[in-house]
């Protein structure tokens, strides 16, 4: 058996194989508008060698630093998954209470990751 520190390659009897990992995704910026309405930013970094089949957006209707990915009020669906960058502009989130706490996420065949949460300041008219 041989290993490639950098975990991308290992021959294990003579045979290569790539080693896939869950995809790499980080928040770019975030900001309440007005009137109700945020938009955000992302950007996956590495599919981890696997095709990316759903990238998007968890919301919480409430500033939680401590949100349960397993515990949103709203999920956004980015159409086109893929590597790069991606936003979403929401409108009128009634019912924030001037704040909300924002993750993204992205998914392969290996499995889901997640951005830091980031809170986010709604104004309220």
Do not use: C, H, W
Not at 15 to 31: A, C, H
Not at 61 to 85: A, H, L, Q
Request: proline content about 4%; glycine content about 12%; hydrophobic content about 30%.
């Amino acid at each position: 058996t041989f290993s490639i520190n950098n975990g991308l390659v290992f021959i294990s009897n003579g045979i290569i194989s790539n080693v896939l990992y869950k995809p790499s995704i980080i928040i770019n910026f975030s900001q309440g508008e007005s009137s109700y309405d945020f938009s955000a930013g992302a950007e996956v970094t590495s599919d981890g060698g696997s095709e990316i089949i759903e990238m998007g957006f968890l919301i919480k209707n409430r500033s939680d630093d401590n949100v349960d990915i397993n515990d949103y009020d709203t999920k956004y669906i980015y159409p086109t998954p893929g590597i790069g960058t991606f936003s979403v502009y929401n409108e009128s989130t009634n019912g924030y209470g001037g704040g909300a706490s924002l993750v993204a996420y992205s998914t392969n065949a290996v499995g889901t990751s997640y951005s830091d949460i980031t809170n986010i300041n709604i104004p309220i008219p």
